[in-house]
């Protein structure tokens, strides 16, 4: 896909997102969803239950809305090179708290397998700063989806 057609695709200048302004929005969450699910260099059919249960929570979907929310994410992420625009869209359309929900969803994403990797826990850090949210929220978002001992 040429760049130009995924910037107008991502923007909402596509029919589809021009008449579901919240789009966009859905699909930022979606691809910071599944960047956490394949940080582990696998994607695996738990995580991608937990991501479907995460976009039906946080935005409130169907499990078909969210499936093909997922596939879109899918195409929309292996096109991508930076998560840099799909945080600046939830950073503009999201309050902290919805942010705050997001980063224990993507908490609940990377523990999905039972396993947390180093480059799962980086890559949340990342995200976590990138959304503007402090390390307290980082903490408390990780402890409330690993337990205690998580520290």
């Known amino acids: 896909m040429a760049l130009q057609e995924l910037l107008k695709r991502f923007l909402g200048e596509e029919p589809e997102q021009r008449a579901n302004p919240d789009a966009r929005l859905r699909l930022a969450g979606a691809v910071l969803l599944l960047e956490i699910a394949q940080s582990d260099f696998e994607l695996d059919a738990r995580e991608l239950q937990v991501v479907e249960e995460a976009l039906s929570r946080q935005f409130r979907l169907d499990t078909q809305t969210a499936q093909q929310l997922i596939q879109q994410a899918r195409d929309e992420h292996a096109d991508s090179t930076s998560l840099e625009p799909y945080v600046r869209v939830l950073n503009q359309h999201c309050g ?33 700063d990138m959304l503007y949210l402090s390390h307290a929220d980082f903490i408390q978002a990780k402890l409330a989806v690993l337990g205690p001992d998580a520290g």
Do not use: K, S
Not at 107 to 120: C, K, P, T
């Open 96 to 128: 902290r708290d919805e942010r705050r929900q997001l980063l224990l969803n993507l908490w609940q994403v990377a523990h999905a397998d039972g396993v947390l990797h180093a480059h799962e826990e980086h890559m949340m850090r990342r995200i976590a």
